[in-house]
Every structure is written in structure tokens, then in C-alpha cells.
């Protein structure tokens, strides 16, 4: 028995062998195991002991860290934050309270709350040199677009918080992301739609004040509805935090580099942005209104079959979920109050219920797994509540932020972080000569 098995018996350390079929050499893995979920074969020393990579380029079956954080359960249905059901959190809670559970690891006390929102609430304004940002931009700018420049153009104003290495900096650049990406994001929809900036009103509550900026004027008084606070709250709660997504792994390598907060917030923004992530919220709506009526369901079920046509069902499927979203779930019930608020019966969500009746009876999306996902019911409030397409992905990145900065937290936090570096599997030119300008064919 090698020592490194007998040590790993010892230990009641579970491993994993891993034989190489040519040289009938073998490694023993460690296998870790967290507090749900499948457990991970530890490969780290994979390379250094055996010569081999491994090789996953969507990263289907690699877990890149550990977390606290968020667990997704993809064949139940179920999603977590630290230990909380999405269900519960956004029937009992209130955006600040899960950015604060998400930041902080428990839910606050009614102490810890009301300072946690006095911190926030005090960081909501920027920089007034930061409109000037925003006229250099066209006003048919995409707001994701807008979003990009002045989220990473905050590190050029708050040089008093990016010393990643000083918990008190990290502290106040997570509590100035927080406070004002909403800012932000309502001067991207006011200057898109050629309106002048609200500052913020820091007596309202995260989704009153949002709303406010986006649909107050100056030159009158506005009253926010609180059906469409309450639903604007949920919406951010729901988009609170993913795990490991495409985005929030943008995040965390990032940051692994020691980059500022600022630049990796801005990183994820960008990440966030394509329609196969956060970018699919705006794609439903106008594959919804491409549909244009009931009648015509069936051609694009025909097409998002075709594997010689791109064009997919958006709003359906998930990497991870393999059941119902639980997100989608609670967006629906919420998308009814607030049609039902506003009086308005929307053609778009009729198609949507009968694109979802005929997809979840097809054998085709039976057959793979492809439930409704958040992105499908979020349309059709933001819609309702009066926000243009093009800003839905930007409402997806004020509530993600929460999520990046706390994961972005918890990885600057561990006391064993390297920057994250990947390897590959290179099917390029062998080494060769090189071949002088006149000589080339
Ligand atoms: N319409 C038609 N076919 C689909 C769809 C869809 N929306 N999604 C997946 N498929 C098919 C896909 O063609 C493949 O079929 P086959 O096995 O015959 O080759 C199978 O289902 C598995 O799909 P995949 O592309 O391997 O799955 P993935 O995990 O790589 O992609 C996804 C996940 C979310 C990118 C994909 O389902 C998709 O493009 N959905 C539409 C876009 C969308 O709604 N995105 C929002 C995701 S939720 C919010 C967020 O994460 O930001």
C-alpha cells in the first residue's frame, strides 16, 4: 500500500482513483465534500503529479471555489442563500435584508438592518462629475452599453476605497457598489429617453427610491405605487445571486487578479449583458412581440427545434436547472398582481402562457429539461411597470451586484487566493520557422 493511501485511509480522507488506462499508473484524488450537493474530486495536484490537465471548457462539471454563499439544487427546483429558500426570502424579506444576509452570512437583526440601510442610504448619490460621463454617450446608446463605462469609471472617484487588502475599503466600496448602481441605472433610463437625472431620495426605501429616480420628474410630485415597489423589490430579490454564473465567475476572476471592485463589478456588467445570461430578460420580450400572436406559437416551436436554425425559445432552459426555476415560480404570481394593479391585460402575456402550455407538453423540451427560467415572467412586469426593453438587462445588474460584490467578498476573504489562471488543450501550428515576407505563399 502506497503511504499516500495509507495516510488517506488514516485521515478517512475519501479518495478517487484515477488509473491511466496506457501506463497502469494511478493517483489517488481527494474527494471534498460540502454541506449539500455533489462532492468535488480535489485536482489540484493533478498536473504536477501526473503531466495531464483536465478539460472542461463550459465548465459543466468543475467546480471553480468554495462558497457560503448561494446552493442551487438544479433537479429539484431549489435555490438557497445561505441556507434560506428563495421562496421564503422573497415572501418575507426585503432586498436589503438578503444583499445583507448575502454580505454578511445571517439575516439582520432589526439593529443590524436599520444601520445596514442608513450605510446604504448615505452612499446613494455620485459624483456630479459623473453625468458628465453620460453626455459622451449617444442617447440611443444600449443602457448595458452606458452601464459598462460609468459602473467602471467609479474607480476613478473613490480612491479612498480600492485597497483590497483593508477589510474597512472592501466594506465601503460593497456599500457604495450597492448604493449606487440604482443611481446609476436610473440615470442610464433618464438620459436615454433625453430626461433630466433625479438625485436619489433617501427617504423612500432600495425599490421606492429606484423607482422614483426612473419615473419622477421634476415638474411634478410623484407617488410611488407600492404594489409596484413591492414587485420591484421581489424582482431584485430574485436576481439577488446565482452561484457560479457566467457573470459572477467574470467577478471572481476579476478580482482574483487584485483588481479593484469598481473594474470587476464593470467586468460582470459586461459578462451579464449577452443574451444567453441576463441579456435573455430583453430577448424574451421582443421574441414575444416577433410572435405577435397565438396563432402563430407553433412556427417559432418548429424553429427553436430546427438545429439549422440559431433561433432558441428565450426565456427556456438552464445549465443548471433541470426542473422549474423556483425564480420563475414566484415571478409569475407577481406578474399578475401587478397586470391586475395596473389594469392592463397584456396580449404579450398570453402568448407567453401559451408558449409555456405547448413547450412543457412538447417532447422536445420534455425530452431536455427546458423549463421556464427568471428571465421569461420578468419581461412582462417590467414592462407593465413602464421600463423600455433595453433596460431590463441593466435592472438585472442592480440586483446582481449585491451578489458579484459578496462573492467577490468572500473570495478576497480566503486566505489561500491565487489568481485565477486556466490551461487548455492547444490544437494550433506545431513550433516551426519563420518565414520571411517575400517568401510567404
Ligand atoms: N430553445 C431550444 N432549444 C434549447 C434551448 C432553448 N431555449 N435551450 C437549450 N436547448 C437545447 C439545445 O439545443 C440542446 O439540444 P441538443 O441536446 O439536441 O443539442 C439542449 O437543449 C441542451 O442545451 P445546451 O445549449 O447544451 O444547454 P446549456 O446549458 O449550454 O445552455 C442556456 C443553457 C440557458 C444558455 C440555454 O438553455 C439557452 O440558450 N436558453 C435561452 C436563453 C435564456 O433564456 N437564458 C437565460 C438563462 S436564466 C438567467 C441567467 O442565467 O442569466
Known amino acids: 500500500m502506497s503511504a499516500e493511501k495509507a495516510a488517506a485511509q488514516q485521515t478517512d480522507q475519501k479518495t478517487f482513483t484515477l488509473t491511466n488506462d ?71 424579506s426585503s432586498f436589503l435584508s438578503v444583499a445583507y444576509l448575502l454580505l454578511y452570512g445571517d439575516l439582520p437583526t432589526q439593529e443590524q438592518k436599520d444601520k445596514f440601510e ?95 429616480m426612473c419615473f419622477a420628474v421634476p415638474a411634478e410630485p410623484y407617488v410611488v405605487n407600492p404594489v409596484l415597489a413591492d414587485a420591484m423589490d421581489k424582482i431584485f430579490i430574485l436576481h439577488a445571486d446565482h452561484e457560479q454564473n457566467a457573470s459572477t465567475s467574470t467577478v471572481r476572476l476579476a478580482g482574483s487578479s487584485q483588481a479593484n471592485p469598481f473594474a470587476c463589478i464593470a467586468a460582470g456588467i459586461a459578462s451579464l449583458w449577452g443574451p444567453s445570461h441576463g441579456g435573455a430578460n430583453q430577448a424574451v420580450l421582443e421574441m414575444l412581440e416577433e410572435i405577435g400572436s ?49 389594469g392592463i391585460e397584456d396580449p404579450m402575456l398570453e402568448i407567453a402562457m401559451e408558449l409555456e402550455r405547448i413547450a412543457l407538453e412538447d417532447e422536445y423540451f420534455v425530452k431536455r429539461q427546458l423549463y421556464p427560467n427568471v428571465d421569461f415572467y420578468s419581461g412582462i412586469i417590467l414592462r407593465a411597470m413602464g421600463f423600455p426593453t433595453s433596460m ?19 473570495m478576497i476573504e480566503e486566505p489561500s487566493l491565487r489568481i485565477g489562471r486556466p490551461r487548455q488543450l492547444y490544437t494550433g501550428p506545431e513550433q516551426r520557422d519563420f518565414v520571411p515576407i517575400e517568401k510567404r505563399k
Open 294 to 342: 397565438k396563432e402563430n406559437i407553433p412556427e417559432f416551436i418548429k424553429r427553436a427545434k430546427d438545429k439549422e436554425d440559431p433561433f432558441r425559445l428565450m426565456g427556456f432552459g438552464h445549465r443548471v436547472y433541470k426542473n422549474f426555476d423556483p425564480r420563475a415560480q414566484v415571478l409569475k404570481k407577481a406578474a399578475d398582481d401587478v397586470l391586475e394593479e395596473l
Open 392 to 410: 431590463f438587462t441593466v435592472l438585472f445588474a442592480v440586483a446582481r451586484t449585491v451578489g458579484w460584490i459578496s462573492q467577490w467578498k468572500e
Open 118 to 212: 442608513t450605510d446604504i442610504t448615505y452612499h446613494t448619490m455620485v459624483n456630479e462629475q459623473v453625468n458628465y460621463f453620460y453626455r459622451g454617450f449617444r442617447r440611443d446608446a444600449h443602457p448595458m452599453a452606458i452601464m459598462c463605462g460609468v459602473v467602471g469609471a467609479l474607480a476613478g472617484f473613490y480612491h479612498d476605497s480600492l485597497d483590497i487588502n483593508d477589510p474597512e475599503q472592501r466594506e465601503l466600496s460593497a456599500q457604495r457598489l450597492i448604493a449606487k448602481i440604482p443611481t446609476l441605472g436610473a440615470m442610464t433610463h433618464k438620459y436615454t429617453i433625453g430626461q433630466p437625472f433625479m438625485y436619489p431620495r433617501n427617504d423612500l426605501n432600495f425599490a421606492e427610491n429606484f423607482l422614483y
Open 22 to 92: 496506457e501506463t497502469g499508473d494511478s493517483i489517488q484524488l481527494p474527494v471534498l465534500e460540502g454541506t449539500h450537493g455533489p462532492a468535488v474530486i480535489d485536482i489540484r495536484k493533478l498536473y504536477a503529479e501526473t503531466g495531464h490537465f483536465t478539460f472542461d471548457p463550459s465548465f459543466t462539471a468543475t467546480g471553480s471555489c468554495k462558497s457560503r454563499l448561494t446552493f442551487i439544487d438544479g433537479e429539484k427546483g431549489v435555490l438557497l442563500h445561505r441556507g434560506y429558500t428563495i421562496e421564503d426570502l422573497a415572501e418575507h
